[in-house]
């Protein structure tokens, strides 16, 4: 679920087996979106490998590689319960590649939290979450690029310069 659509929350259990978290009261259990995991790890890249390997859907970008010294992991959410969003990002892991004698191994490496540089996870809008990101990243507006389900945030941020990116 979306954390707007959760009953109960904060604290959660990790499944390190299926890198999921569940409520400690009442159980929901919390998951990952289709390849975000995947996406992250190809961002912080330690593999040095392109995205297709990582994921299986990668299409038309499974040759995209990203330098983890220029690519900055950052958050931009109007949760409407922030400890519960920062609890799980503590939580939830990163998937990592790791190499060995030509066999590549899928891991949960470092947590979510780990991989963020920037974070604003409060109420607010979107626009002014990312006009704190960049004043605080000092990274032009051009230069981020933002992914969201709701095509009013997409509009709206991609105002600011933003390339924006609707998400299904």
């Given at each position: 679920p979306e954390m707007y659509q959760m009953r109960s929350g904060a604290p959660f259990r990790y499944d390190s087996a299926k890198n999921t978290c569940a409520a400690e009261r009442g159980g929901e259990v919390?998951?990952?979106?289709?390849?975000?995991?995947?996406?992250?790890?190809?961002?912080?890249?330690?593999?040095?490998?392109?995205?297709?390997?990582?994921?299986?859907?990668?299409?038309?970008?499974?040759?995209?590689?990203?330098?983890?010294?220029?690519?900055?992991?950052?958050?931009?959410?109007?949760?409407?319960?922030?400890?519960?969003?920062?609890?799980?990002?503590?939580?939830?892991?990163?998937?990592?590649?790791?190499?060995?004698?030509?066999?590549?191994?899928?891991?949960?490496?470092?947590?979510?939290?780990?991989?963020?540089?920037?974070e604003q996870i409060r109420y607010g809008n979107k626009c002014g979450h990312h006009r704190d990101i960049q004043e605080a990243s000092g990274v032009d507006f051009r230069d981020m690029v933002f992914f969201d389900d709701q095509h009013g945030h997409i509009r709206n941020v991609g105002g600011l310069g933003v390339t924006a990116v609707q998400t299904p």
């Open positions: 919390v998951r990952l979106l289709g390849d975000v995991a995947e996406i992250w790890g190809c961002l912080r890249n330690k593999a040095g490998l392109p995205l297709g390997a990582y994921c299986d859907s990668a299409g038309k970008f499974a040759g995209a590689c990203f330098d983890p010294r220029q690519t900055r992991i950052c958050i931009a959410s109007c949760c409407d319960e922030p400890d519960w969003a920062r609890d799980l990002l503590s939580k939830l892991r990163v998937v990592e590649l790791q190499s060995k004698e030509d066999q590549v191994t899928r891991v949960y490496g470092e947590t979510m939290a780990d991989a963020v540089t920037f």
